[in-house]
């Protein structure tokens, strides 16, 4: 008859040393009281939900704030769009102030004649004054950056050399 050796393990279901196991082996080791670990259970759910909401509400506003953008763009876009359809009878110059007028029918035409020009009677309905850009936006005059004086240009320019 063979002799049954002892299981060293008396746990059947962990096999390791009892400083490994998931739950307590001795009687000496701390309790964990099922309330206990559903509590930390649902503290770590609140947590990880918490955090998780905080950085999905950052995101929407992030998205929020790029759809406002986007819409500017596009809004911008398109009134250049609307600029460069006018009628002009002249070769455009990036740098350069227009001045668009509207005809009686409601077409619109750029004219490098301001409302100054003609005595603050212009023969149509003045709509506006525009800077070409070199990207080839459009910036209404009195909102564009002023252009640098050429006589600085020039200054600047001889010191260089």
Known sequence: MAEKTPDPHPDPIHRGDSRSSPYPVSRLAPSFGLVELAEQLEQADQMVSGRANALLSQIAEQIRTLQAQAR?????????????????????????????????????????????????????????????ESDMSWVPADQAPAAADPELLQLLAMQRD
């Open 72 to 132: 500017e763009v596009l809004e911008s876009a398109h009134e250049d769009m609307q600029l460069h359809r006018a009628k002009c009878n002249f070769r455009k110059i990036p740098g350069k102030v227009y001045h668009l007028y509207r005809h009686a029918d409601g077409g619109l035409h750029f004219s490098m004649l301001s409302p100054q020009d003609w005595n603050g009677r212009p023969p149509q309905e003045f709509v506006g004054s525009y800077r070409l």
